[in-house]
């Protein structure tokens, strides 16, 4: 029974997200990565392999002068794991069926007014759809997905081989692109 109201949750969630998506008009804009301060990472945890680019990718942006904020999107089997350091982690609890964040947490990370907002995921998963579609970022950057053009100002495209090869390429082309931004 649980496992059915999960799978209607997201079900639900995702048809939400996606009419928020396109009915909402956000004036963004582009600061370029030299001139951003704030950056938001949002990621769901998958290996500990993945978690370590994602931290890494977050160090690199905080040796770039950035103020970082993160969200990392967990079941409850990968928090047992010890090692993980998930201090950002949240579960699909955290967001009801209609998108509205129930925690303080994620609602402060999405009012924050990031200059950047990376996605390091390959598909959009519905309870980030909804954080995606909320989300006032002046410039949300994910993976290439042209049914997410609503989600996404910049999109990466980076060719799949090896998950955890493909996210340092994500991050790093990301990082890339972005830095060869301007501001408009």
Known sequence: MMRLYFTVKLFILA?????????????????GLNQATTIGVLYSYESPAKHEVVQRFIRDLKNLDKQVGVLCYTTKKDRIHTSS?????????????????????????IETSFDYLFYLDWTVHPVFASILAQHHAKCRV?????TCKNFFEVMVKVNQTTPIEDIKRLASQMLH??????GQ
């Open 177 to 182: 692109y972005t830095g060869c931004m301007e």
């Open 85 to 109: 350091h998930l201090r950002y982690a949240f579960d699909h609890h955290a967001i009801t069926i209609l998108g509205k964040a129930k925690s303080d947490r994620i609602q402060k990370f």
């Open 15 to 31: 048809i939400v997200a996606r009419l928020a998506s396109k009915n909402k008009t956000v004036a963004r804009s582009n600061v």
């Open 142 to 146: 994910g993976h290439f997905d042209p």
